[in-house]
């Protein structure tokens, strides 16, 4: 239905709660001060005490005027700090809502698939970022359907224990003065190819780093 203003956004409310053991008496002890009884809701054994009545507070003293026993089920709940949270729904959040120079407080681990590879090889760029593809066969990588302008990262080719696995581009690979991409040849290599992606079409390939060891 049509509004005025602003539209709320979905809110919810946290309410803390302590749970007291009596000891037999009146006096206990609350984790959190408040300002007066009207803050709390108490119950004995599940049943709500009535605010200056059955209880009085000053900060973080409460009396009762009742005693309490320990096997009383006895309880606070602080309705003077409700704290209320909004939880955006998974994938609402565009780039525009975060803010620049973030700092995370560890490091970021990009998404990385580890996997056999040969004969036609399409990189499935929107669910990882690197590759580790160990060659049993010759591989052609075929132009890749998914990715992100300005999306870099790098795919690690290992040869197999037979060796001499080559490696074929589609057309939406570039590569250094389009001279290709020449693998190391020997039993168990291990080189890495940087790659950006720059359209649906262009995906650059940067100078291999060859022969591990």
Do not use: C, H, W
Request: aromatic share 8%; charged share 10%; proline share 4%.
């Amino acid at each position: 239905m049509p509004y005025i203003g602003n539209q709320a956004n979905t809110n919810f409310s946290s309410i803390a709660k302590q749970v007291i053991t009596g000891n037999g008496g009146t006096s206990y002890t609350l984790t959190t001060p408040v300002a007066n009884a009207n803050e709390l809701e108490i119950f004995v054994n599940n049943v709500r005490q009535e605010p200056g009545i059955a209880y009085t507070v000053n900060g973080t003293a409460l009396s009762m005027t009742g005693n309490v026993l320990a096997s009383d089920d006895f309880y606070v709940v602080y309705q003077g700090k409700a704290v209320q949270t909004t939880v955006p729904p998974d994938g609402s959040v565009s780039d525009n809502k975060l803010a620049n120079n973030i700092a995370f407080p560890t490091s970021v681990i990009s998404t990385t698939q580890t996997a056999n590879a040969t004969g036609s090889t399409t990189l499935d760029l929107d669910a990882y970022q690197n590759f580790i593809l160990t060659l049993t066969g010759a591989v052609t990588l075929a132009n890749p359907t998914t990715g992100r302008v300005g999306q870099t990262g790098f795919i690690v080719f290992i040869q197999d224990a037979t060796g001499g696995r080559v490696l074929s581009l589609g057309s939406n690979f570039e590569t250094v003065s389009g001279a290709g991409i020449t693998l190391s040849a020997a039993a168990n290599a291990t080189d890495v190819l940087p790659y950006t992606y720059i359209s649906s079409t262009r995906i650059l390939l940067g100078t291999p780093q060859l022969n591990f060891s």
